[in-house]
């Protein structure tokens, strides 16, 4: 596995794929890939006939969390500032009183 670290063409990808494939002496044993779900990499690996692509699951996941925090986001913030604002040793000892209060 090696990252590109910048957004490559579809040309660039597959003449990087084609060195590596050389430099470990694997382009004849590959029968599949594993990749992001980019078009440039989905392109470049159908284009170089290598087998079968697999869309890398855990990317997908990724996305998929990050939209459904995003959801929440706003309920995430509000509570990490009453937690805040509730850390404080003057809220600490109210908070105590009160739930003293409450549970007698």
Same mark, same amino acid.
């Given at each position: 596995?090696?990252?590109?670290?910048?957004?490559?063409?579809?040309?660039?990808i597959q003449?990087?794929?084609i060195?590596?494939?050389y430099?470990?002496?694997?382009?004849?044993?590959?029968?599949?890939i594993?990749?992001?779900?980019s078009a440039n990499v989905k392109k470049a690996c159908n284009n170089l006939e290598i087998g079968e692509r697999i869309p890398y699951a855990v990317y997908i996941f990724q996305l998929s969390?990050?939209?459904?925090?995003?959801?929440?986001?706003i309920l995430i913030n509000k509570c990490k500032h009453l937690?805040?604002?509730l850390?404080?040793? =003057? &809220?600490? +000892?109210?908070? =105590? &009183?009160? +739930?003293?209060?409450?549970y007698r």
């Open positions: 596995m090696e990252e590109l670290l910048y957004s490559y063409s579809v040309i660039e003449k990087h794929l060195n590596l494939f430099k470990w002496k694997i382009g004849s044993k590959i029968n599949a594993v990749t992001n779900n969390i990050r939209k459904g925090l995003d959801t929440i986001r937690i805040t604002f850390a404080t040793d =003057k &809220k600490k +000892q109210q908070l =105590k &009183k009160s +739930q003293i209060y409450l």
